[in-house]
């Protein structure tokens, strides 16, 4: 198996480690792990393309690049020029150091990677770990991801519904629960949760200089969430796999809208 591994935290970022041990062992020995990432970090820039302007990529080792771009942009690099000869089977975005449950998920570069490959038709899945007071003291806080995400990439390989007929193929999301590897009390499928009262806002901050700049500042990820959903499994200790896919469309409102404007 050709696994490709990019993340929005940047060529650098530990948790990148973290999905090449974890991509080494789904691809097993005969496999090729590759990976295409940002040169700097790309947090927050959801699926962006570097429409307007050139990326630069540069070969950093043997089937390792860093491209100045976005986490779809790497993705687009890798499949148009890396591996245009080759390509991956399967595109693994993280492990994301911090979770892309919730409404998270619509800001996160992570996301936007996985459903960048899901567009051009290669299964994908983002991987992302949720951090804090049960692993942020650990030698490794990746390691509830590091340990659990094998088995759960193994099992949506064999069993995910991956739509591949589908106009808008299906992907995965991933998110591992704040706590040791020993204490993940097991995997659930779950829906896009919705955190209560916690949404991105600005602080303003002023420069030495006197000019005023805004800082974006995230909301609270520990607050209640809808029940059963992504973010409430995770608080909970579960692994919370999520199906997506780029369709945007509200289908519940669909046949009601149509009754309104497809009269007379």
């Known amino acids: ?10 060529i650098n970022a530990p948790g990148l480690e973290a999905l090449t041990a974890i991509a080494r062992e789904v691809a097993g020995p005969e496999g090729e792990v590759w990976t295409v990432a940002p040169a700097f970090e790309q947090s927050g820039v959801g699926h962006a393309i570097s429409y307007t302007h050139p990326t630069m990529i540069a070969e950093l080792g043997p089937r390792r690049f860093a491209a100045e771009g976005s986490p779809a942009d790497c993705v687009l690099a890798a499949l148009y020029h890396v591996l245009k000869d080759c390509p991956p089977d399967l595109v693994l975005s993280g492990v994301n150091r911090g979770n892309n449950s919730g409404e998270n998920a619509v800001y ?6 996985a459903m960048e490959a899901a567009l051009q038709g290669v299964p994908a899945m983002a991987l992302s770990q949720y951090m804090g007071k049960g692993n942020n003291g650990l030698a490794d806080p990746f390691e509830a991801a590091r340990m659990h995400a094998p088995a759960i990439i193994r099992q949506l390989l064999d069993h995910g519904a991956w739509g591949a007929d589908d106009a808008y193929r299906l992907f995965y999301n991933v998110n591992f629960p704040a706590c040791p590897a020993s204490e993940v009390k097991g995997t659930r499928a779950a829906a896009q949760g919705r ?16 000019r005023q700049f805004l800082w974006a500042v995230g909301g609270s990820q520990t607050v209640a969430a809808t029940e059963g959903s992504d973010v409430d499994l995770n608080l909970q200790g579960y692994v919370s796999v999520t199906p997506m896919r ?15 404007f497809d009269q007379g």
């Open 108 to 113: 996160s570069g992570t996301i936007g990677a």
């Open 1 to 10: 198996m050709r696994i490709l591994i990019t993340n929005d935290d940047g």
């Open 246 to 260: 780029a369709d945007l469309t509200c289908h519940d409102s669909l046949r009601d809208l149509r009754g309104v």
């Open 195 to 210: 955190r209560h009262g916690s949404n991105f806002s600005v602080a303003p901050a002023a420069s030495p200089s006197g």
